[in-house]
């Protein structure tokens, strides 16, 4: 399974290594519900996230991002 978070980099201007911080935290918390998933991050103009994951597991996913960006310290 490959989980791909898509976000707009407009608003992390400022934030140094602001790529390499997100995939490390989307990693760390994929991998808590799916240990063998890819996880990637793609800045882009837009949010978004793309996987291969089945309809509930997508469920599962949606509420790892909203808790991640909930406790984000920004």
Do not use: W
């Amino acid at each position: 399974m490959f989980v791909e978070l898509v976000y707009d980099k407009r608003n992390v201007v400022g934030l140094p290594r602001a790529k390499d911080i997100t995939l490390n935290e989307l990693t760390k918390r994929v991998h808590r519900i799916f240990p063998d998933a890819d996880a990637r991050v793609k800045p882009m103009q837009a949010n978004g996230l793309n996987s291969d994951a089945s309809k509930s597991d997508r469920e599962k996913l949606n509420r790892m991002l909203e808790e991640m960006f909930e406790e984000a310290d920004m």
